[in-house]
């Protein structure tokens, strides 16, 4: 199973890069994390029918081969990680001396990590609705 995850307290910026990298990813799971911002949880409430993602209390069971982490370089705890898990961690904030160095990453220091998602899928040709664009 691949799950895309992201910070606690999620903010626009988390949200969007994680809505952006399901879109990349369709076979992937994006889970929102169990706490979001007041906003966020605003947002959610008028369009969270418009969007890819699952809670994190609704995870299959399941081995968990691939992450690939946003907006953050924090994993967290998870049942049933693979011992021989894949991270990619996409994220504008550079890496921590904590950084787990066998992790794959895509840094790039702009203003959001929602930047570092767009370009490919511009690149890729994908078609957003209005509510996905609009998060974006």
Known sequence: ???????????????ASLVAAKLLNPGALA???????????????????????????????????RVTLVDSQALPSLKGV?????????????????????WSTHFEEVGATTTLLVEPLRDAGLELDLVHATLL
Request: aromatic share 8%.
């Open 1 to 15: 199973m691949h799950l895309i995850l992201t910070h606690e307290q999620a903010d626009f910026d988390a949200l």
């Open 31 to 65: 889970v929102l994390p169990r706490r979001v911002n007041r906003n966020v949880r605003g947002f959610l409430t008028l369009y969270r029918d418009r969007l890819p993602y699952i809670e994190f209390g609704d995870l299959p069971k399941g081995a968990i081969r």
């Open 82 to 102: 693979d011992p021989d898990l894949q991270v990619h961690v996409i994220d504008h904030h550079p890496p921590g001396p904590e950084f787990e160095s066998s």
